[in-house]
C-alpha cells in the first residue's frame, strides 16, 4: 500500500530564506507523487508533480521537487521564501487505478518578516 | 462554471440530524471525488465517481454515509444522523480524465461541518 510521511508538521523560516519541506514515500511500485498547497479558506492548490519522468520538477511559483529513489523522498524547496508562501503544504501520492490521492498530515509553513 | 463549486460553505448540525452536501464539478469532468479533511490533518479519500457510476466506496466511515452523482455531474454526499465525529471539511475534487493522473485535479473550496 502507498503512503506519505511529512516529517515536519511546522517549519519556520524568514522571509527570503531558503525553504525545505521534507517527505518520505512508501510505495510497492514506482509512484506518483504530488505536492499541495492549502491556502486558509481556500481549495487546495498543485505546486507540482512527479509521474517517473525527471526526478527534478519544477513547479510554480518558484517551488521544486527531488524524487530519489535510494532514499525515498520527495523534498520540496525554494530558494527563498515569500511571505505570501505561508500555508499548508500536502504530500501526496497516487493511490492506484482508482485515482484516489493519499495525503500526509500536513506541514505549516511560517513565515517570519 | 471555471471552477469546482461546493454548498453550503459552512454547516451547523445538531447531533442526529441529517445533512447534504453538494458539489458542482467542473463541466465535462468525468471523475468526481469526495474527501474528508479533519482539523490539523489531510485530507482522507471517502469515494470516487466516474460518470454516475461510484467504483469506489471504500472509504466511506460508515453506512451512516452516502454519496450519488445520479446524472455524472453534480454529486452529492450525504450524511443520516450526524455525530460529533463528523465534524470535518468534506473536499470535491474533479477531474477530465479517468482517474486524474495526467489530468489532474481540481479541488472545490470545500463545505466545512460542524455537529453540535
Known amino acids: 500500500a502507498q503512503s506519505v510521511t511529512q516529517l515536519d508538521s511546522h517549519v519556520s523560516v524568514s522571509e527570503g530564506t531558503p525553504v525545505l519541506l521534507r517527505c518520505n514515500y512508501s510505495s510497492s511500485y514506482s509512484p506518483s507523487l504530488f505536492w499541495y498547497v492549502q491556502h486558509p479558506n481556500k481549495g487546495l492548490q498543485l505546486l507540482l508533480k512527479y509521474t517517473s519522468a525527471a526526478t527534478l520538477v519544477k513547479g510554480i511559483n518558484g517551488f521544486e521537487a527531488e524524487f530519489k529513489k535510494s532514499e525515498t523522498s520527495f523534498h520540496l524547496t525554494k530558494p527563498s521564501a515569500h511571505m505570501s508562501d505561508a500555508a499548508e503544504y500536502f504530500c501526496v501520492v497516487f493511490g492506484g487505478n482508482t485515482g484516489k490521492l493519499i495525503f500526509g498530515q500536513g506541514t505549516t509553513l511560517q513565515v517570519k518578516p | 462554471g471555471a471552477g469546482v463549486s461546493q454548498s453550503p460553505r459552512y454547516k451547523v448540525a445538531k447531533r442526529g440530524q441529517d445533512v447534504a452536501l453538494r458539489c458542482d464539478p467542473i463541466?465535462?469532468?468525468?471523475?468526481l471525488f469526495w474527501y474528508q479533511q479533519a482539523l490539523g490533518q489531510g485530507p482522507e479519500f471517502l469515494t470516487y465517481?466516474?460518470?454516475?457510476?461510484?467504483?469506489?466506496k471504500s472509504g466511506l466511515p460508515s453506512d451512516r454515509f452516502f454519496a450519488e452523482r445520479p446524472e455524472g455531474s453534480v454529486s452529492t454526499l450525504k450524511i443520516q444522523r450526524t455525530q460529533q465525529e463528523d465534524s470535518a471539511v468534506y473536499l470535491c475534487?474533479?477531474?477530465?480524465?479517468?482517474?486524474?493522473?495526467?489530468?489532474?485535479?481540481?479541488f472545490g473550496s470545500g463545505t466545512r461541518l460542524t455537529v453540535v
Open positions: 475534487a474533479s477531474s477530465l480524465g479517468g482517474t486524474g493522473i495526467s489530468y489532474g485535479y481540481t
Open positions: 463541466s465535462g469532468h468525468v471523475s
Open positions: 465517481f466516474q460518470n454516475e457510476a461510484q467504483l469506489d
